[in-house]
């Protein structure tokens, strides 16, 4: 028998746990869809506070806060991967729809899992060894190194990341983060970097986003290329294996999967975000409907609008940093003159304290080919000097 999922109609409040950029994205979608946003998020103001009908300010584990936002919402879902499992599972408790589901958020919060998780799934990754006691050094083999041993939970931006260069050297890392608990992952030799956003309902149907392209610097997204400049057929399969993995889960709501592609054209998938991504913030500009609105369609229950690209675009990410000059004296970055470029679209999170590496905003050029979208994104990249402005 299939169960008949009740469709949350426009005019509902929508619960949203965390109160980030991805949040404020999240709620502007909803509230461009006729729903209202209801956030849980401790710090006040907040990023999508700030765009919400309201904000209970309150931990994210906080079960009085939690009951309240049981009261007044029949469907919550996340923007931030460390949303503690156990709140979902105490507002599922409740009788509220979580999307995603608890299960699925506690797999993707810890790397040895969601690798273990991927493999079931059959989607490949790089050659790995969990590294949660002493004992399990025994299972760490020369081919690992040279390494990047990763705590297993917490890690984002590169942070909590150390590149090793034997078992010793590895060993030594691993007494340095106190023997939490670790993964062990062989360094592979990346031609690119990709991820590809996948988003399910609770009818088990599918929409698959066009593949983006990512460029890091200093373990920060600074740049996505939407679509990616691979070959069809790795893009196929990187589609096919974020299909194969929300399948696995029953997953319902938007995931971000990242995958190295490997000299040798296969692809492996490096880890998952239980929610949008900023890889694909440039959906917004790009797609039919954008990753946000495929999160308020698949928590809600419409039916899941189309990923198609509409047009190529990149996305730089506007970082703090562009608030300090080379001195380091706080200015205003010349917002006016980045607008004057055609195709550009300028997103402000409206965060107060601009901090060296914090995401702050992002620009999205659009252009009638990417080659044109890469030249206009250049011109901005310029603009702002940013440092991999040659790269474009
Ligand atoms: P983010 O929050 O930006 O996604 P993160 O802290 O979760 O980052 P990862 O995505 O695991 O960390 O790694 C950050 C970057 O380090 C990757 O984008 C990639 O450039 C590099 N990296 C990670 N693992 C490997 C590996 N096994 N081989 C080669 N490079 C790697
Ligand atoms: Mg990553």
Same mark, same amino acid.
């Given at each position: ?72 919402? !029949? @469907? $919550?879902?996340?923007?931030? #991967? &460390? ?10 408790? *409740?009788?509220? /729809? ?107 149907? !599918? @929409? $698959?986003?066009?593949?983006? #392209? &990512? ?10 290329? *939407?679509?990616? /400049? ?163």
């Amino acid at each position: 028998m299939t169960e008949t999922i009740e469709t949350l109609l426009p005019g509902e409040t929508l619960g949203l746990l965390g109160g980030g950029q991805l949040g404020r994205m999240f709620a502007q979608a909803a509230a461009q869809m006729g729903y209202h946003v209801l956030v849980l998020e401790p710090s006040n103001p907040s990023p999508a506070g700030e765009v919400s009908c309201a904000q209970i300010a309150a931990a994210y584990d906080d079960t009085t806060a939690l009951d309240e936002m049981s009261r007044a919402v !029949r @469907a $919550v879902t996340t923007e931030f #991967e &460390n949303v503690p499992a156990t709140s979902l599972e105490h507002l599922a408790r *409740l009788g509220v /729809r979580t999307a995603p589901h608890a299960d699925a958020v506690a797999v993707t919060q810890d790397r040895n899992r969601e690798k273990a998780f991927a493999e079931s799934a059959g989607v490949p990754t790089a050659p790995h060894a969990g590294i949660c006691a002493e004992s399990d050094w025994e299972n760490v083999t020369e081919d690992l190194f040279p390494g990047i041993l990763k705590t297993a939970r917490l890690g984002y931006d590169g942070k909590g990341q150390v590149r090793v260069d034997s078992k010793a050297d590895a060993r030594k890392a691993w007494e340095a983060l106190d023997r939490t608990d670790c993964i062990l992952e062989k360094r592979l030799n990346l031609a690119k970097e990709i991820s590809v956003i996948v988003c399910r309902n609770q009818a088990g149907s !599918r @929409a $698959v986003f066009p593949v983006a #392209e &990512n460029h890091h610097r200093n373990g920060i997204l600074a740049y996505t290329v *939407l679509p990616a /400049r691979i070959s069809p057929e790795i893009a196929k399969m990187a589609q096919r294996y974020a299909e194969r993995i929300v399948d696995a889960f029953g997953y319902v709501g938007v995931l971000c999967l990242e995958f190295f592609v490997l000299e040798d054209g296969s692809i492996v998938l490096n880890e998952m975000a239980p929610r949008p991504h900023n890889s694909g913030h440039a959906t917004i500009e790009a797609c039919v409907s954008s990753q946000y609105d495929q999160q308020v369609r698949a928590m809600t229950g419409l039916p899941l609008g189309s990923t198609a690209l509409k047009t190529p675009a990149v996305m730089l990410n506007l970082l703090g940093d562009l608030w300090f000059d080379e001195a380091g004296h706080y200015r205003t970055p010349d917002w006016a003159a980045l607008c004057s470029i055609p195709g550009l679209k300028l997103h402000l999170y409206g965060k107060e304290q601009a901090r060296h590496a914090r995401k702050m905003g992002h620009a999205t050029v659009v252009g009638q080919t990417l080659e044109e979208a890469l030249e206009r994104a250049k011109a901005a990249a310029e603009m702002l000097s940013l440092p991999f402005a040659g790269e474009l």
